[in-house]
């Protein structure tokens, strides 16, 4: 069973336990921006700093001299009661990295308080220990003691050694923090001087943890739909956009890129950093159909709230890749835009892609990872149409033709569906199909039986419903959809005379119904 003394220094009530040997054993932290509050989380350093060259990551000194310092708590606390006779030693030693000096007693201290997570204050290890010997894989405190001090008023107390602080250390030989995730470790222990058997069985833990330094967020933009009611051409402009600016109807965003810092530090372990640390250049390569498109008068780049600029003529992306190399080492976000030129239709474009590389910054072995996503596509918002009391392939005397014209100024297929007209069915038949491409100021004409798929024809490459010879009866419902703009007509004819029935249609709604 545990005893406990309590003792006072400098007016503070301070606690001793007995010591217990090998069962305890002392844990590793740090202390922040020079406090006396141990935090057991690991410092995060940089992974970039460290090349993946080991030769070259090698030579990277990290100091602990900085504002996050390698400590350790104790789980006795040490004074002249505990320890009344015996000298104790500290041995510490890393793994994942070398002492960078073999002599180090010049700037090491000791804690002085309790084994809590706040120290008191904190004296030479020189005032209290015989000697120090360094070595690149060992640091060993020899003959430390606790004795009493006297107060002002002549009173003597006992100092209590709840740990120890590392100060003016520099590690080196770490190419493992190359690999963010990897870490230095610490292992140690607190022995009888006299005996070699410990006071704290050695322990181990992180002190030095390397992350990537900097979170990479892209992404494409939304989708836009281009105008097919645009005069005099259509489709020459948006009518939505994605620039959160309703009356950009010329302009769209492909890509946002940001940087956002994650708080690892330098070599000094005081420096957080940044892009303006880690970066000396970014490079941005979009692909994307929408590039090829003659309708495109410039594309540009956007650096964080700067004016947008490194704005490119169609001769540098006309081939539908663009690359933009941005040398400001202090961007943390970039937005890849294009502005049409209003005079040129804007086609239809699946969504393109985005590659984002980074150079190498001063004073760094690796550059910062690079990252790929997805670019802005564009859809053309097209006509949705349909006539009703659409006879079959076997109706009589009259049979039923669908008209498709193309009055707008981009060509463009069509999407036709096929509906059971009775009033207690709605149900589709067959499956929905596409139509060739229709041209501006063209008009295609499909019977029912081009439709049902009992006729064939070149005019349905993919095909027509297929209906079931079952269903090919009574009357049926044509819906239409297509990027273009337009309107269907519903004819009859009996082979003399020719009826047209385009009142019963609802055509000519423009809607976005071509997504990218």
Request: neutral net charge; aromatic residues 6%; charged residues 5%.
């Amino acid at each position: 069973m545990n005893k406990q003394q309590l003792y006072t220094f400098g007016g503070a009530l301070l606690a001793s336990t007995a010591l217990t040997g090998a069962a305890n054993a002392l844990t590793w932290g740090k202390s922040v921006s020079g406090s006396l509050t141990l935090s057991t989380s690991a410092i995060s350093i940089t992974n970039t700093l460290f090349s993946t060259t080991a030769s070259t990551a090698n030579t990277v000194v990290i100091s602990a001299n900085g504002a996050n310092r390698v400590a350790a708590r104790f789980a006795n606390v040490y004074n002249s009661t505990t320890v009344p006779s015996t000298g104790f030693s500290i041995e510490m030693s890393p793994t994942g990295a070398t002492f960078g000096n073999a002599s180090l007693e010049s700037a090491k201290f000791l804690i002085v308080g309790s084994h809590g997570t706040t120290f008191q204050a904190t004296t030479s290890a020189s005032t209290m220990c015989s000697n120090a010997v360094g070595f690149a894989t060992q640091f060993v405190l020899n003959g430390c003691t606790a004795g009493d001090v006297t107060s002002g008023g002549g009173l003597n107390m006992s100092m209590a050694i709840g740990g120890v602080l590392f100060s003016g250390v520099t590690f080196s030989n770490a190419s493992g923090l190359a690999t963010a995730g990897s870490s230095i470790q610490m292992t140690g222990r607190v022995y009888n001087t006299a005996t070699s058997g410990n006071f704290e069985a050695a322990a181990t833990g992180n002190s030095i943890t390397s992350a990537a330094p900097l979170a990479i967020t892209a992404g494409a933009r939304a989708n836009v739909t281009v105008s097919a009611t645009t005069t005099p051409l259509a489709f020459t402009s948006l009518s939505s956009t994605n620039t959160g600016v309703t009356t950009a109807t010329l302009t769209m965003d492909l890509t946002l890129i940001v940087l956002t810092g994650t708080g690892t530090y330098r070599d000094d372990l005081t420096t957080i950093s940044t892009a303006a640390s880690e970066i000396s250049s970014t490079r941005i390569t979009v692909t994307s159909a929408i590039l090829s498109s003659g309708a495109v008068h410039n594309v540009f780049v956007q650096h964080s709230a700067t004016s947008r600029v490194n704005s490119l003529t169609a001769a540098n992306f006309s081939g539908g890749t663009v690359t933009f190399v941005v040398d400001s080492a202090t961007t943390t976000s970039y937005m890849v835009s294009i502005a049409f030129n209003g005079t040129t239709a804007i086609p239809a474009a699946a969504q393109g892609t985005t590659t984002i590389t980074f150079g190498v910054g001063a004073g760094n072995a690796q550059a910062v990872t690079g990252t790929s996503t997805g670019a802005a596509g564009t859809a053309q918002g097209g006509f949705r149409a349909e006539v009703n009391m659409f006879g079959a392939s076997n109706a009589a005397p009259y049979s039923s033709y669908l008209r498709i014209h193309n009055n707008g100024g981009v060509a463009g297929t069509v999407s036709i569906t096929i509906r059971n007209d009775a009033h207690d069915s709605g149900a589709q038949l067959g499956s929905a199909f596409s139509t060739a491409a229709i041209q501006p100021g063209g008009t295609m004409q499909l019977s029912a039986a081009e439709m049902e798929g009992s006729a064939t024809s070149t005019k349905l490459p993919s095909g027509g419903a297929n209906i079931a010879a079952a269903s090919r009866t009574g009357a049926y419902t044509i819906q239409a959809t297509g990027p273009i703009v337009g309107y269907v007509q519903h004819i009859l004819f009996n082979g003399s005379s020719v009826a047209d029935l385009s009142a019963f249609r609802n055509g000519g709604v423009t809607t976005n119904n071509a997504s990218p």
